[in-house]
C-alpha cells in the first residue's frame, strides 16, 4: 500500500509551524526529522530522505523551527528549539500507532534534537545527519559536552570531508560516549554528504542515507 502524506500546522508557544507528516501502511518505527540551519523542511535532500525511509517501513514527521516558519535567517535559541522539538515529539506520539518514536535532523536540527533528550525528552534514539561537532576552522570549540549525559542509542552518520567535524575528534567523542553510540563514516562526503566527482541530486542524496538508518533503527532490541 502506498505512504500518507498529510500536511500539519502545529502550535509552538505563541507560533505556528509547519510539518508533515509521511506514513506507510504498516511501519515499524517514527522518526521525527528536523532541518538544518540555512534550509527548512521543504529542502529536496529532506523529502528524498523521508521518502525513502517510508519505502523503508519508517514513518515521519518533518518540521519547521518558528524562525524559519517565519521567514528569519537565524535559527531559533535552543531554549525555544528544545521547546519545538517536545512539542512535536508529543504530536508524532498522537499520530502513531504506537511504534517507537525516534529524534532525526540535519546538523543544527540533530543537535538540538540531542540537547532536548539530554534534557528529559523522550526518544527511543536519535539520528544526526551531519553531527555539528564545531564550527568550520574551529575545533577547539566542541559542541558535545550534553552528549555524556544521553543514554538511548545514537547514529551519527558523518561525511568523512565535513568541515563541521574533524574525523579524530568525533571519533573521540564517540568513544567517549560509549557503546550506544555508532559512527558510520560517509566516504568522501561534505556536510550535505555531497562526494566530490559524483553528480546526484539532493534528493538523491537524502534517500542514499535512508538504508543505513533503517537498518540502524530495526537492530534496536
Known amino acids: 500500500m502506498p505512504s500518507t502524506e ?3 500546522s502545529i502550535t509552538v508557544e505563541n507560533s ?25 523542511m521543504e ?4 523529502q528524498g530522505f523521508a521518502e525513502a525511509m ?24 535552543p531554549p525555544l528549539a528544545i521547546a519545538t522539538w517536545k512539542v512535536l515529539m508529543d504530536r508524532a506520539a498522537e499520530l502513531s500507532d504506537g511504534e517507537p518514536l525516534w529524534a532525526s535532523g ?22 544526526y545527519l551531519g553531527y555539528p561537532l564545531h564550527a568550520p576552522g574551529k575545533p577547539e570549540k566542541l559542541r558535545d559536552e550534553h552528549l555524556y549525559g544521553v543514554t538511548v542509542p545514537m547514529l551519527f552518520l558523518q561525511g568523512t570531508r565535513d568541515t563541521f567535524a574533524t574525523p579524530d575528534l568525533l571519533e573521540g567523542v564517540v568513544d ?27 534528493a538523491d542524496v537524502g534517500a542514499s542515507l535512508a538504508p543505513a538508518v533503517a537498518s540502524f533503527i530495526k537492530a534496536d532490541p
Open 6 to 8: 498529510t500536511p500539519l
Open 16 to 40: 505556528e509551524v509547519s510539518a508533515l507528516h509521511i506514513r506507510p501502511a504498516e511501519p515499524f518505527a517514527t522518526l521525527v526529522v528536523a532541518h538544518g540551519a540555512g534550509a527548512g
Open 43 to 46: 529542502h529536496p535532500f529532506l
Open 54 to 77: 517510508a519505502d523503508q517501513g519508517v514513518a515521519t514527521l518533518r518540521f519547521n523551527f518558528p524562525y524559519r516558519e517565519a521567514g528569519r535567517r537565524f535559527p531559533d535559541r
Open 106 to 127: 540535519k546538523s543544527f536540527g540533530g543537535r538540538m534534537a540531542s540537547m532536548a533528550v539530554a534534557e528529559g525528552m523522550p526518544a527511543r534514539g536519535l539520528v
Open 176 to 202: 567517549r560516549i560509549g557503546p550506544t553510540a555508532t559512527l558510520q563514516w560517509i566516504e568522501g562526503g561534505d556536510h550535505s554528504f555531497g562526494v566530490k566527482g559524483v553528480k546526484r541530486s539532493s
